[in-house]
């Protein structure tokens, strides 16, 4: 009798524990789960667009593959975030000094309307001689942006003016192409500078 | 309150020297330190400019424009980043210092936006930049143009 009710108060709550636990799944991780705030990058290989550099080479995702990758989006018409991101991004290159040497840094524009591969040239010119300049036809640089889970907006500020809001964060892939994590807008160098030799250190684990 | 008093016996001595006191009480008590801006490439992109603004009175004062020879539109505006990442910038409006307190403008947040510029903006060189206040106070202050790539006004 009293085993019984031993039993029973068990499986009351081995019941009660994978109730909890079937809860716990819907709202983490099932049907219940809210929307992501910020969806990931696909990887680079699963990535699908056409576009030029600023030294007039044709490029795509596979330029990318076989070096760790940190990327980011803007336009050259920015006054404020985009030098601030390019300066930056100097600044952790020049940080990590020789190891940031086998990585590729591109800027993408979000303008390819005013962003030229001229402009685009003369812009990326100022900067860390390491950051590539990319630009190309609008539906590509969509895809792009698709690709990135980035966003990007025209915005008109009067007498035919407008400026872009656009997804300010510094990707980082391993040289395999898989994002590894991202940096965001104007974070601390001692919290960046960690993050980009994480994505240098999967590419080594990677080739041994 | 000492400061104050003290103030008070300048203006009284200044008046009584035949001196006229400014009549604005607010921005003589404006004090802007580190003003630095960044290099332009030509004139058609705009330029932006930093800067931090410290109200020292015991009065509050309230930002409304600026004024530059530099630029037909200066404004100041600010960039806002949302928890997506996505970054957009947009005219600030007036912006109240109260008595004490300092208002950074610096990247990634408020800045003055040097709209239509008349000429480009040439590391080395300075402009002026007035700072225009509700009670019809200014404050002029020669703003030093640093590399494209600067990052503070240490660069």
């Avoid at chain 1, 019984?4 to 068990?10: E, M, S, T, V």
């Avoid at chain 2, 003290?6 to 802007?32: F, I, M, N, Q, Y």
């Avoid at chain 2, 100041?76 to 990442?85: P, R, W």
Wanted: proline content about 7%; hydrophobic content about 40%.
């Amino acid at each position: 009798m009293r085993r019984r009710a031993i039993l029973g108060y068990g499986a009351a709550g081995v019941g009660a524990v994978a109730l909890m636990l079937f809860v716990g799944w819907w709202q983490v991780d099932g049907p219940g789960a809210p929307a992501p705030v910020g969806q990931r990058p696909v990887a680079l290989t699963e990535m699908d667009f056409r576009l030029t550099d600023h030294e007039d080479n044709a490029v795509g995702p596979e330029t990318l593959i076989g070096r760790p990758t940190m990327a980011f989006f803007g336009f050259t018409y920015c006054p404020d975030v985009c030098p601030t991101t390019l300066s930056d991004i100097s600044g952790w290159l020049d940080d990590l000094g020789d190891e940031a040497d086998e990585m590729n840094v591109v800027f993408i524009t979000v303008d390819p309307e005013r962003d030229t591969v001229e402009t685009m040239a003369e812009y990326v010119g100022y900067f860390h001689p390491a950051i590539r300049g990319w630009t190309g036809p609008e539906e590509q640089i969509a895809r792009v942006a698709d690709g990135f889970r980035a966003t990007y907006e025209r915005v008109p500020t009067g007498s035919g003016d407008y400026t872009m809001n656009h997804t300010a964060s510094v990707f980082l892939f391993a040289a395999s192409g898989r994002f590894v994590t991202m940096i965001d807008y104007h974070e601390p160098r001692e919290f960046a500078v960690p993050k980009i030799r994480r994505a240098l250190e999967e590419e080594m684990e990677g080739a041994t | 309150m000492k400061k104050h008093t003290l103030t008070g016996t300048l203006a009284a001595l200044l008046t009584l020297g035949g001196l006229s006191v400014p009549a604005l009480a607010g921005p003589e008590d404006v004090v802007v330190v580190n003003a630095w801006s960044r290099a332009s490439i030509g004139m058609n992109r705009p330029g932006a400019a930093y800067m931090t603004i410290r109200n020292t009175g015991d009065e509050p004062v309230t930002l409304i424009g600026l004024a530059t020879p530099l630029a037909m539109m200066p404004e100041i505006h600010e960039t806002k980043t949302n928890a997506e990442g996505v970054s957009s910038m947009s005219p600030a409006g007036e912006i109240a210092i109260a008595p004490g307190e300092s208002v950074a403008l610096e990247p990634g947040g408020l800045h003055a936006m040097l709209m239509r510029l008349q000429e480009p903006m040439t590391e080395g060189e300075t402009f002026p930049l007035t700072l225009l206040f509700d009670d019809g106070g200014e404050v002029t202050v020669e703003v030093p143009i640093l590399g494209i790539a600067a990052r503070g006004p240490e660069d």
